[in-house]
């Protein structure tokens, strides 16, 4: 059984306009995508911004309203639960989000931090409540008179460490990290994201991982649904996406990938142009003549394509 399944799910926001302020159109943020998780998987969501992967993320965890579709998590339908009802399966699905420096109450101490969701949902003497806060704070590699500190004590990486260690404070099943090093220098993203899998297989977690790089996705990621204007254009495992791409969008998310080696550049810069000059020749086998894309069609057991 599948951890986590998205059925169909569209986000919707509302355009209003003339003296009554009536509904004359909708800003497609989410517009009916479909993919689900298995226990233990990493499953990336790729694409620019404002194609509506953070809309996505947003939505499982109950910040963004759900127009239509289902989130079923173990089974359940969280969109057409209350935020009472939502509250049983809060503890079991987590956020690490994007900005370490605006996500982290500045006011508050570490220990504080990372000890507010057990406050929320556990009954802990504040010397369990303690102990529990340092088990977390040396688990990500963090001293333990680091507790008594405040957030601009620290650097990004270490910044982004806290909030790994408050999204892990109720031990849950699913993470969902939206961008989680973006905002970090390229050496400490690495020290992060190579932390982050070492996590993943010591506490059994399943990570829903949002970005734009395609090569953090593809070094953190089992499948990869490529969203584009609110919808899927390519899903499939990493190594089928970045070896077998079949959509123009993804190729050129492909081809956008810097390469490091001098010698390949100009090869790198050969393909871009071909891969434009393919996106002009063959535009209508991508987009319907409004400009969004066809529904997903299998091409394999496990790869698909919004292809006519």
């Not at 991508?286 to 091409?299: A, E, H, N, P």
């Amino acid at each position: 059984m599948s951890l986590l399944k998205i059925n169909d799910l569209k986000i919707y926001y509302p355009i209003r306009g003339g003296f009554f302020r009536t509904v004359v159109d909708n800003v497609r943020a989410v517009d009916g995508i479909s993919f689900e998780l298995q226990p233990g998987e990493t499953y990336g969501l790729v694409g620019e911004s404002g194609c509506g992967k953070t809309t996505t993320g947003r939505a499982i965890i109950g910040l963004n309203h759900v127009t239509s579709g289902e989130v079923l998590f173990e089974g359940n339908d969280l969109a057409k639960l209350s935020r009472g009802e939502r509250r049983k399966y809060t503890k079991d699905i987590q956020m690490i989000f994007q900005d370490p420096y605006s996500s982290l109450n500045a006011r508050k101490n570490v220990l504080n931090i990372i000890a507010e969701p057990l406050r929320n949902f556990e009954r802990l003497s504040p010397k369990e409540e303690l102990v529990r806060v340092q088990e977390l704070v040396a688990r990500v590699g963090l001293s333990p008179e680091s507790i008594y500190k405040y957030p601009h004590q620290f650097s990004g990486g270490q910044r982004q460490r806290i909030g790994i260690a408050r999204a892990l404070a109720l031990k849950p099943k699913l993470i969902i990290a939206d961008e989680p090093v973006s905002a970090l220098d390229v050496s400490v993203q690495a020290q992060v994201l190579n932390f982050m899998q070492e996590i993943q297989e010591d506490f059994g977690l399943t990570y829903l991982f949002i970005s734009h790089d395609l090569g953090i996705i593809q070094h953190m990621c089992d499948r990869i649904g490529i969203m584009y204007r609110g919808r899927f254009v390519e899903e499939g495992s990493a190594s089928e996406i970045y070896t077998n791409p079949q959509h123009v969008y993804t190729k050129r998310l492909i081809a956008a990938i810097p390469e490091m080696d001098p010698e390949k550049r100009f090869e790198k810069m050969h393909l871009r142009q071909a891969i434009n000059q393919e996106y002009k020749n063959d535009y209508n086998n991508y987009f319907d003549k409004d400009g969004r894309m066809f529904d997903l069609k299998k091409i394999s057991e496990t790869h698909s394509v919004a292809m006519q």
